[in-house]
Each structure stands twice: as C-alpha cells, then as structure tokens.
C-alpha cells in the first residue's frame, strides 16, 4: 500500500525527475508567427508532466507543475514578476489535471486519446480568459496594448480588442500546443511507463526477499 501513496519513495523521485525535465524544457521555446505573436513561444514541458500524471495521477500531475514552476525560477529567474509564471502554472493544470482524472477512470488508449483532448480543449479555454483577464492586461504595462493589438491584427486581422487577440490567437496557440504535447506524450508514454512500473515490481520483489 505504500507504493500506492502520493509520497512514497519512488513517487516522489519520479515527480521531482519528471518537474525537473520539465523546467528545463520551459526554458526553450519556439515561436509560431502563423498562429500567435512572437512573444508567445511553445515549450514542450507539459509532456513529461503529462507521462507522470498518466503514470501516477491529477494530483502528482500538479506537484509536478509546482516542481516544474520552482525549478524554473532557480534556473531562471523571473522576468514578468511571477505572473508569467504564475499563468504558466495555471495552464499547465487546466490540461494535466482533468486528463489525468479522466485516465485514472478509463485506462485505455482511447481513454487516453478521450483525456488529452479534454485537457487541449481545457487548456485552450482557461488560457483565453487568462490571457484576456490577466495576462495581456499585465504585459501593456511594458508594451502598449495598441502593439499588443496590432501584432495580434497582423496575423489575425478579426483581432481587435484583448478578447479577439486571446480568441483567435492565443486560443489556437494553446490548441496547437495541446495537440503536438498530447502526440509526444501518445509516442512516448508506454515506454517510460513500462521503466516506471518495472522499477515498482522490482522494488516490492527485493523487500518481500528481505521479510
């Protein structure tokens, strides 16, 4: 039974190895001009937190982003005030924690398509009004929301207000992001799963030796 708490031994090893990765795959992103301003940038640090969550569950899913999040800010510090951080944390679990609930229920390959999905839809959805309520707000204090507007035009010319810009380029920013995270995550989750579990077994193998 112990094995099967949050806080054991090997579960905390896996969250701080996978919060870890995490936080260095924070650091590097890459823009989609196509999508959404240069400002914005996609980082893949949401699919070793996805593999965890999968592999443990919603609520190792948000330990990790809490990991992930403080490891960041050792590695780099904070440049938005923490609130760039702070939304980061916020939208990572609008994914990882629903589709880490819905596998939980339904550990099937089509529960875990089913999960990923919501977790894309989620996220997009959370980062809407994030973006339009806190996020885009913020950033005007350090450039003037008609440049804020007006990149977001360049792209999208419905982009006419905070709401348009979070709608047509923040919303399928995060769509995109949801679905090449959940594609990764789909190709590499059996395999890390497989390590996870047979380190489990191995585990319970040497301490019923020791009884």
């Given amino acids: 039974m112990r094995e099967n708490q949050l806080l054991s031994t090997r579960n905390v090893t896996v969250m701080g190895m996978f919060g870890a990765l995490a936080a260095v795959l924070m650091l590097f992103e890459v823009p989609l001009p196509f999508i959404a301003p240069s400002f914005y940038g996609l980082d893949l640090s949401e699919v070793p937190i996805l593999v965890g969550t999968f592999a443990l ?11 992930k999040i403080l490891i960041k800010l050792v590695l780099k510090p904070t440049s938005t005030g923490f609130v760039g951080e702070f939304a980061n944390l916020v939208f990572g679990c609008s994914m990882v924690i629903p589709a880490g609930m819905i596998y939980q229920l339904h550990k099937t390959k ?3 398509m089913a999960a990923m999905a919501v977790g894309t839809v989620l996220m997009a959805v959370v980062g809407v009004a994030g973006n339009a309520l806190v996020m885009i707000p913020f950033y005007s204090n350090f450039m003037p929301l ?5 990149a977001g035009a360049a792209i999208n010319p419905a982009v006419g207000n905070v709401w348009t810009f979070a709608l047509f380029c923040v919303g399928p920013f995060n769509v995109v992001k949801g679905v ?7 190709l590499v989750y059996k395999r890390v799963s497989t390590v996870i579990h047979s380190v489990r077994v191995e585990k319970k193998m040497e301490r019923l030796a020791r009884q």
């Fill in 110 to 112: 089509k529960g875990a």
């Fill in 57 to 67: 569950g919603p609520v190792a899913g948000a330990v990790m982003e809490v990991v």
């Fill in 146 to 150: 008609e440049n804020i507007l007006a």
């Fill in 180 to 186: 090449v995270v959940s594609l990764i995550t789909a």
